[in-house]
């Protein structure tokens, strides 16, 4: 299988329930790219998870305002690509791209290439975006802790469903219904933010937002199987 993809990991699943590092299930994440080595451009956007958000707090309780919350943030998600990279070892490009130039140059020697946030003002999902639309990507995928995008939160209401097939107008909709007043502040970018909305509707991106909590979903879809519990966004 050729192409070239873009993977998002969402930071809170490199931990476990206690908040400890889930070092098996980086591990075992490393391994599904091992074991089925497609050809192609393949880059891994990773998030802060919980450990930005404690810098976060801290930094905020200090009168720090958003924009330097938000370099804490940046910070954290390019120490967890760090983590993804020391697994991977030989397997992904040693460094952690911090520009789209960089990103460019790392894509030459023909590796995975893991990176996390780019500036302030976003969430780690605009930067699988922006890297999506820039190497042309022919998917996006989104591995967060639900199984997908639901019709209203699913943590909240026991009723709450799962939605197969979304056009971007229809994901706007939800992203706006559900968004509350603290959807701008740093750490509280939720799946997609303003930011990444945008860059949407002009890349049109074909994204499939699926669980990455055991990785069992992702190992099937990386493996091109075709019965996936996901939401597939696109046009
Ligand atoms: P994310 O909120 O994207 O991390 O980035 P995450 O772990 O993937 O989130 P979950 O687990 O899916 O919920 C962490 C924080 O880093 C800053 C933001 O404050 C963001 O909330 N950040 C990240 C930026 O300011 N710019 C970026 O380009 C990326």
């Not at 945008?198 to 994204?207: D, F, N, P, T, V």
Request: charged share 25%.
């Amino acid at each position: 299988m050729k192409g070239k993809s873009v993977i998002k990991i969402g930071g809170s699943l490199l931990f476990t329930k206690d908040n400890e590092l889930d070092k098996e299930k980086i591990q075992k994440f490393c391994q599904i790219f091992k074991n089925v080595n497609r050809s192609g451009t393949h880059v891994i956007v990773c998030g802060g998870g919980r450990i930005a958000r404690v810098y976060i707090d801290a930094v905020r309780s200090f009168h720090g305002n958003e924009a330097l919350c938000d370099t804490f943030g940046i910070d954290l998600s390019r120490i967890n690509s760090k983590l993804l990279i020391t697994s991977f070892q030989d397997f992904s490009y040693p460094l952690v791209p911090k520009t789209i130039e960089e990103l460019s140059l790392a894509l030459l020697f023909g590796k995975i290439v893991v990176m996390g946030g780019l500036q302030p003002g976003q969430s780690t999902t605009s930067v699988a975006l922006e890297v999506a639309e820039f190497i042309q990507a022919d998917e996006l995928v989104i591995l967060t802790d639900v199984e997908g995008i639901y019709d209203k939160d699913p943590k909240k209401f026991g009723d709450a469903k799962l939605i197969k097939t979304l056009n971007y107008a229809g994901l706007q909709e939800i992203v706006l219904n559900s968004s509350g007043d603290n959807q701008a502040a740093a750490g509280e970018y939720r799946i997609f933010d303003a930011v990444s909305l945008q860059i949407l509707k002009r890349s049109k991106i074909k994204i499939s937002v699926m669980s990455g909590k055991d990785l069992k979903e992702f190992e099937k879809y990386w493996k091109g199987e075709k019965d996936i519990t996901c939401t597939v966004i696109s046009d």
